[in-house]
Nanobody, 119 residues
Framework: QVQLVESGGGLVQAGGSLRLSCAAS????????MMWYRQAPGKQRELVAG???????FHGDSVKGRFRISRDNPRNTVYLPMNNLKPADTAVYYC?????????????WGQGTPVSVSS
């Protein structure tokens, strides 16, 4: 059974930092692309960042220079340190795994962790 468990969300003031983690089980972690999506209230889910099995990374324009995705294959964990947070970053953040690459439809999703940034 595939499980993606996110942690690290919370409430932070603008300019602050958080680090999201996603622990995976039930998948061959090292061969999967791993992604972070987010969904703000009233908006569509969007791809924030992704990292391929070969460590190629993608970051959305709105988070470039502030967020940086990484993965630890021995720990089956993907991270998203988030710096200089803005109120516009407020959303539920979801971890996802895709066997066909970062830009393909994910095979598995986590339950999400909420991030709230106050001004």
């Amino acid at each position: 059974q595939v499980q993606l468990v996110e942690s690290g969300g919370g409430l932070v003031q603008a300019g602050g930092s958080l680090r999201l983690s996603c622990a995976a089980s039930g998948i061959d972690f090292s061969v999967n692309a791993m992604m972070w999506y987010r969904q703000a209230p009233g908006k569509q889910r969007e791809l924030v960042a992704g990292i391929s099995s070969g460590d190629w990374t993608f970051h959305g324009d709105s988070v470039k220079g502030r967020f940086r995705i990484s993965r630890d294959n021995p720990r089956n964990t993907v991270y998203l340190p988030m710096n200089n947070l803005k109120p516009a970053d407020t959303a539920v953040y979801y971890c996802a795994a895709a066997s066909r690459g970062i830009l393909s439809s994910p095979d598995s999703w986590g339950q999400g962790t909420p991030v709230s940034v106050s001004s």
